[in-house]
């Protein structure tokens, strides 16, 4: 039981950073987000997606076909709360929180025996990491969005754990780890090529155990058709995730369909020998060069101390961890080098490696998204640092936690009380006011820019669309292997426009940018009825500007 409450605390402390304020906070709501929620609204009414399939396993949304199993978890979630930001995130925000337990089971597994002991009491090495893991930024912030990312990354934080509990006690079946594994493939893309990877490295790490219990698994027929079938649908779901239009979209934003050339400059400083250039400057040797910088950065201190330069997946001037995680990490690597259990290391080590694989083989040179699990080993090695500092030098851990402590309460108030300016842009904040807008001033036609992206999935979440009716009058345009647009829902279309519709078009209520409606328009033409503008949480940029013409 003495163990069991600071788990407890720890968990609850996760779940409370990770609900606050959750529908409100990050300001807005994303395409990705809106196109989750409502397709699960559409799965909880009719049992079909937007574009009326029967319960898919992959769904087409923009024409990015999402995996289903967020979209699956997001449908009890609308069900209770209905179709809102906070039922959309609710299911990471929770995975997000169950991954502390996951991440305390999985550290004292790798490393039992090694309690912080203070005064008469002492603490698993497991809760340090727990704790770790609650309060990073980079697990925090993915945490209170609908990221799918994120609670893949919980899946395979047990999943791992499972395997090596199994690996390591033969009354425990290999079914609940392969079914996680599976799971976690069918939750985000990436998992395609993680999740064997990291089945292989624990494996590899413990094969003698392995060998045992595959030879168990042989004599559990029961066991063995089960993973069997799991396997197979696997396989089928390989087929077609790299075939057709999904493989087509998924193979565009590949590294891979980019063909790096070297540049005339560098033709230039090779005398302009194309031998020499075939030689050393190949298609292959810049490929090379491309992924191996991909991969590289997303270690780089600049990335995970100082600053982050996509507004979406992180605040301004800040890390995605703290600056003082750094030198926790720092001898957690030392801790790491020294300790007994090679096998443990080598599982860790190889958790961290893995996870930024396939961030590096997309176009995006960096991708903190789809490095999301390199949060799980960083927790753990920051909290080896912290146990290998305790033990080892008291005093300068004490003055090293005070600041820490001031490095956490500083960046938690610049999340919670500063950021909303800053992240409310690349959350698309704007959307549900312009669409309250359209409730509000009725009109025979409503005409509303493009120019944000995919402005039909915001009209059809924040008025709550029969899905019925969508499903039936859908008019998506494909994009190709690149994402499509919808014209029009109903009287509502979505596409650009200037002066000159608004100055001749009656009866239209007209929702734009500032290049649509620019400062210079005139307001008091005879056409406008009224006009309204949509600005920031600053009250001072604006989004969107509406003006009603006269019927």
Same mark, same amino acid.
């Given at each position: 039981m003495k163990k069991i409450i600071p788990l407890v605390l720890i968990f609850l402390l996760a779940l409370s950073l990770r609900l606050v304020d959750l529908g409100n906070h990050p300001p807005g709501l994303t395409w990705d987000e809106a196109a989750l929620g409502y397709n699960a609204y559409s799965i909880l009414k009719t049992g079909r997606d937007e574009f009326g399939t029967f319960l898919p396993l992959i769904f087409k949304s923009f024409g990015d076909y999402k995996p289903g199993v967020y979209v699956y978890l997001t449908v009890p979630s609308v069900a209770l709360f209905g179709l809102t930001e906070f039922a959309v995130r609710f299911p990471s925000a929770l995975f997000g929180s169950l991954a502390v337990i996951g991440i305390y089971l999985l550290t004292n597994q790798l490393f039992p025996k090694k309690p912080l002991v203070i005064r008469n009491s002492s603490l698993d090495i497991g809760f340090i990491a727990a704790a770790m893991l609650a309060l990073m930024p980079w697990h925090l912030h993915f945490s209170r969005g609908g990221w799918e990312v994120n609670v893949f990354a919980t899946m395979i934080l047990f999943a791992t754990y499972f395997l090596i509990r199994s690996l390591s006690d033969k009354k425990l079946s290999l079914l609940v780890p392969i079914f996680l594994f599976v799971l976690s493939i069918f939750t985000y893309q990436a998992g395609k090529l993680l999740a064997p990877l990291i089945i292989i490295l624990i494996l590899v790490s413990n094969w003698d155990s392995a060998k045992i219990k595959a030879v168990e698994l042989k004599k559990n027929k029961f066991s063995l058709i089960i993973c069997l079938l799991l396997l197979g649908v696997t396989a089928f779901y390989f087929v077609q995730t790299t075939t057709g239009p999904v493989g087509n979209r998924v193979s565009r934003l590949s590294i891979f369909s980019y063909k790096p050339k070297p540049s005339a400059q560098l033709i230039q400083t090779d005398n302009n020998n194309l031998f020499s250039v075939a030689v050393f400057h190949s298609q292959l040797d810049l490929l090379v060069?491309?992924?191996?910088?991909?991969?590289?950065?997303?270690?780089?201190? %600049?990335?995970?101390?100082?600053?982050?330069?996509?507004?979406?997946?992180?605040?301004?001037?800040?890390?995605?961890?703290? @600056?003082?995680?750094?030198?926790?990490?720092?001898?957690?690597?030392?801790?790491? =080098?020294?300790? %007994?259990?090679?096998?443990? $290391?080598?599982?860790?080590?190889?958790?961290?490696?893995?996870?930024?694989?396939?961030?590096? =083989?997309?176009?995006?040179?960096? $991708?903190?998204?789809?490095?999301?699990?390199?949060?799980?080993?960083?927790?753990?090695?920051?909290?080896?640092?912290? *146990?290998?500092?305790?033990?080892?030098?008291?005093?300068?851990?004490?003055?090293?936690?005070?600041?820490? =402590?001031?490095?956490?309460? @500083?960046?938690?108030?610049?999340?919670?009380?500063?950021?909303?300016?800053?992240?409310?842009?690349?959350?698309?904040?704007?959307?549900?006011?312009?669409?309250?807008?359209?409730?509000?001033?009725?009109?025979?036609?409503?005409?509303?820019?493009?120019?944000?992206?995919?402005? *039909?999935?915001?009209?059809?979440?924040?008025?709550?669309?029969?899905?019925?009716?969508?499903?039936?009058?859908?008019?998506?345009? $494909?994009?190709?292997?690149?994402?499509?647009?919808?014209?029009?829902?109903?009287?509502?279309?979505?596409?650009?426009?200037?002066?000159?519709?608004?100055?001749?078009?009656?009866?239209?209520?007209?929702?734009?940018?500032?290049?649509?409606?620019?400062?210079?328009?005139?307001?008091?033409?005879?056409?406008?009825?009224?006009?309204?503008?949509?600005n920031l949480p600053d009250d001072l940029t604006p989004v969107f500007r509406i003006i009603k013409t006269r019927p």
């Amino acid at each position: 039981m003495k163990k069991i409450i600071p788990l407890v605390l720890i968990f609850l402390l996760a779940l409370s950073l990770r609900l606050v304020d959750l529908g409100n906070h990050p300001p807005g709501l994303t395409w990705d987000e809106a196109a989750l929620g409502y397709n699960a609204y559409s799965i909880l009414k009719t049992g079909r997606d937007e574009f009326g399939t029967f319960l898919p396993l992959i769904f087409k949304s923009f024409g990015d076909y999402k995996p289903g199993v967020y979209v699956y978890l997001t449908v009890p979630s609308v069900a209770l709360f209905g179709l809102t930001e906070f039922a959309v995130r609710f299911p990471s925000a929770l995975f997000g929180s169950l991954a502390v337990i996951g991440i305390y089971l999985l550290t004292n597994q790798l490393f039992p025996k090694k309690p912080l002991v203070i005064r008469n009491s002492s603490l698993d090495i497991g809760f340090i990491a727990a704790a770790m893991l609650a309060l990073m930024p980079w697990h925090l912030h993915f945490s209170r969005g609908g990221w799918e990312v994120n609670v893949f990354a919980t899946m395979i934080l047990f999943a791992t754990y499972f395997l090596i509990r199994s690996l390591s006690d033969k009354k425990l079946s290999l079914l609940v780890p392969i079914f996680l594994f599976v799971l976690s493939i069918f939750t985000y893309q990436a998992g395609k090529l993680l999740a064997p990877l990291i089945i292989i490295l624990i494996l590899v790490s413990n094969w003698d155990s392995a060998k045992i219990k595959a030879v168990e698994l042989k004599k559990n027929k029961f066991s063995l058709i089960i993973c069997l079938l799991l396997l197979g649908v696997t396989a089928f779901y390989f087929v077609q995730t790299t075939t057709g239009p999904v493989g087509n979209r998924v193979s565009r934003l590949s590294i891979f369909s980019y063909k790096p050339k070297p540049s005339a400059q560098l033709i230039q400083t090779d005398n302009n020998n194309l031998f020499s250039v075939a030689v050393f400057h190949s298609q292959l040797d810049l490929l090379v060069r491309e992924i191996s910088s991909r991969y590289l950065y997303h270690f780089s201190p %600049e990335l995970l101390f100082f600053e982050n330069s996509t507004p979406r997946e992180a605040l301004p001037k800040m890390g995605l961890l703290y @600056l003082f995680d750094a030198i926790w990490l720092i001898f957690g690597a030392i801790f790491l =080098l020294r300790y %007994e259990g090679r096998r443990s $290391s080598l599982i860790l080590l190889g958790l961290l490696f893995c996870a930024p694989i396939g961030a590096s =083989l997309t176009l995006s040179e960096f $991708s903190v998204v789809r490095a999301l699990l390199m949060t799980v080993p960083l927790a753990v090695i920051t909290a080896l640092g912290f *146990y290998y500092v305790w033990k080892n030098h008291r005093f300068i851990f004490l003055v090293l936690f005070f600041l820490y =402590l001031h490095n956490i309460f @500083l960046n938690l108030d610049l999340y919670f009380n500063h950021s909303r300016n800053f992240l409310a842009p690349s959350f698309n904040y704007g959307y549900k006011q312009a669409i309250e807008r359209i409730k509000t001033y009725p009109a025979s036609r409503v005409v509303m820019t493009d120019v944000y992206g995919q402005p *039909y999935i915001y009209y059809l979440f924040y008025t709550k669309y029969d899905p019925a009716t969508y499903q039936r009058d859908n008019n998506f345009i $494909s994009g190709g292997v690149d994402v499509g647009s919808v014209p029009s829902v109903g009287n509502v279309e979505f596409h650009q426009f200037g002066n000159t519709e608004i100055s001749t078009q009656k009866d239209v209520l007209f929702i734009g940018n500032n290049v649509n409606i620019p400062d210079s328009f005139d307001y008091h033409q005879d056409n406008v009825e009224f006009f309204d503008q949509i600005n920031l949480p600053d009250d001072l940029t604006p989004v969107f500007r509406i003006i009603k013409t006269r019927p």
